[in-house]
């Protein structure tokens, strides 16, 4: 990594994989969490609202082929300059059977334009025959697994009711890596408890990982979400950042990253009509655009402080 490159974006990763412009279409396939139907815990983590998820085409209600096919037509629809070659079907997966799972990741490579899968999960949901089968499968098209890792900390972990702890994410991010599958994870910043001297050690702590990707998520106080109740009772335990505050906080992580991880992006948007806070007014390339010319002034760049 280098100060003219800044970070390392995913337009290049992707330039790397693919030989034409690609479109990530999310899929809903239906399956249940763990953390709420009562295979792990009940209540969900205290953050999420499921409706945050997915955008209007994605409907349990609908076949994984028809969600593709009114995913790609809204993209025209969105973007009509943009000329899209090849499309990821990107599907979250939690507790179903691995053949009902692999019938569903079959059905969605064979819609015309499909060039890959991205798989979004927890990491307490992938068994061993899963593995097995994404690792056969990665070698007939591109795969990336996507782990909700959230946070290193434990105590955060049980604060938030995950349901797993980080040795838990740990090892589900490497075993994949072994078996040559590509890895990525989410994690928040700024969840309660966790001040920022903390979270640039996070990100150390994370290097150490075999990961291909990373996303970054502000944490968003959702409506209908326990956190949301806990921060109406306790508004002193929560730091909700100012976006300026909050480029900075990514700045001062992404220094401290490894300069390979390839970082897809730094927040993300809830609707507006679930979003208690914080609401910025920014969409998703605004930020990136603030964030790179703070960089510049800065002169930051990605891993500039990353101990090998």
């Known amino acids: 990594m280098n100060r003219e490159m800044l970070y390392n974006d995913l337009s290049g990763f992707l330039a790397m994989h693919f030989p034409c412009k690609v479109q990530k279409i999310s899929i809903n396939a239906g399956f249940t969490c763990p953390n709420r139907d009562g295979s792990v815990g009940y209540g969900g983590c205290t953050y999420c609202n499921n409706q945050t998820f997915n955008p209007a085409y994605c409907h349990t209600g609908k076949s994984v082929t028809q969600q593709l096919e ?64 994404l690792e056969d499968l990665g070698k007939r098209t591109f795969v990336l697994v996507e782990y909700g890792i959230e946070s290193t900390d434990d105590e955060t972990l ?7 702890t980080f040795a838990v994410s740990a ?39 075999p990961l291909t990707t990373l996303k970054l998520h ?26 300026d505050e909050y480029v900075d906080l990514v700045i001062d992580y992404i220094e401290h990253l490894r300069p390979d991880i390839v970082l ?10 679930l979003l208690i806070a914080p609401d910025w007014g920014l969409k998703n390339y605004e930020f990136t655009d603030k964030v790179k010319k703070r960089m510049r002034e800065k002169d930051a760049w990605q891993g500039k402080y990353y101990k090998y």
């Open 158 to 164: 049980r604060r938030i009711n995950r349901g797993h």
């Open 171 to 209: 090892e589900a991010v490497r075993k994949t890596a072994e078996r040559g599958i590509l890895v990525g994870g989410h994690i928040i910043l700024g969840l309660p408890g966790e001040e920022r001297e903390m979270l640039i050690r996070q990100a150390g702590v994370l290097s150490q990982l």
């Open 70 to 133: 009114e995913g790609k037509r809204f993209f025209v629809r969105k973007y009509p300059e943009m000329e899209i070659s090849g499309l990821f079907s990107g599907l979250y997966q939690y507790v179903w059977g691995t053949e009902e799972l692999k019938r569903k990741y079959e059905e969605a490579l064979m819609v015309e334009d499909v060039v890959g899968l991205v798989i979004g999960t927890r990491p307490d949901c992938m068994p061993i025959s899963l593995l097995d089968y």
């Open 218 to 243: 502000q944490l968003q106080l959702i409506k209908g979400t326990r956190m949301a109740s806990e921060y109406v009772k306790e508004p002193e335990a929560f730091h909700l950042y100012t976006a």
């Open 264 to 273: 897809e992006r730094f927040v993300s948007q809830s609707p507006k009509e």
